[in-house]
């Protein structure tokens, strides 16, 4: 099973502002995902980066991924009220069918 | 499309009484299918996974058990619930491309 740990484990920005997240993990991948949170709901994928790309964009979003450090970014710009939630990171490495996620970094977003 | 239905979204059982909660699938067959639980504030913990009719793997000893009657059909249940069964529980399913999540239980043990 594979491992993703997030950093920080909390921040909080002003609005408008852009936030960066972390992901570490320990073992090969085939693939990475980041997910959203609110409050209280399910998680929602948001974006999946493979092992063999370096970034990805999705609207405000932008993922990178180092295969070299185990480790991946999310970067939220031009941030909104509404991206007020956690985010959490989960790796695939196809080893088994078991995807562990970190516990997530909750990001606030300040008016 | 896949959708994955969950319920109900909220429970309170009291403590010794048995659980059973429902995961269905749509858009989608041979599905692998999760259970997690996030305690409040916390991560998601991976309780159980199966890949088809029948096969359930455990991945943490608990008083919980799940079973997947049908193809699409995933239960998670205890026969007497503890006070640490607390928490929000996820049930999920995997093709390749990540995960597709229900909306979600909260369950409060009193």
């Known amino acids: 099973s594979q491992q993703g740990e997030e950093d920080p484990q909390a921040l909080s920005i002003q609005e408008g502002e852009n936030a960066t997240m972390n992901c570490s993990y320990k073992?090969?991948?085939?693939?990475l995902q980041w997910y959203r949170q609110n409050s209280g709901r399910g998680l929602v994928h948001l974006i999946l980066?493979?092992?063999?790309?370096r970034e990805k964009h999705s609207g405000r979003l932008r993922v990178t991924l180092d295969t070299s450090k185990k480790s991946s970014s999310l970067l939220i710009t031009a941030s909104r009220a509404a991206d007020t939630a956690s985010y959490f990171c989960?790796?695939?490495?196809?080893?088994?069918?078991?995807?562990?996620f970190g516990k997530g970094t909750r990001l606030h977003i300040l008016p | 499309s896949q959708t994955i239905h969950q319920w109900p979204a909220t429970l309170v059982q009291p403590v010794g009484s048995p659980l059973s909660l429902e995961c269905t699938v749509e858009?989608?067959?041979?599905?692998?299918l999760y259970w997690y639980r996030q305690a409040a504030g916390r991560g998601l913990q991976l309780l159980f996974y199966?890949?088809?009719?029948?096969?359930i793997s455990s991945e943490v000893p608990q008083n919980l058990s799940a079973s997947r009657p049908q193809d699409r059909q995933f239960i998670l249940s205890s026969k007497k619930l503890l006070l640490s069964d607390s928490g929000f529980y996820l049930c999920?399913?995997?093709?390749?491309?990540?995960?597709?999540f229900g909306s979600g239980t909260r369950l409060t043990v009193v």
């Open positions: 989960a790796t695939d490495g196809n080893r088994d069918d078991k995807i562990i």
């Open positions: 073992t090969s991948i085939n693939n």
């Open positions: 980066i493979r092992s063999n790309e």
């Open positions: 858009g989608t067959s041979n599905p692998n």
């Open positions: 199966s890949v088809g009719i029948g096969q």
């Open positions: 999920a399913l995997y093709q390749g491309y990540g995960y597709t």
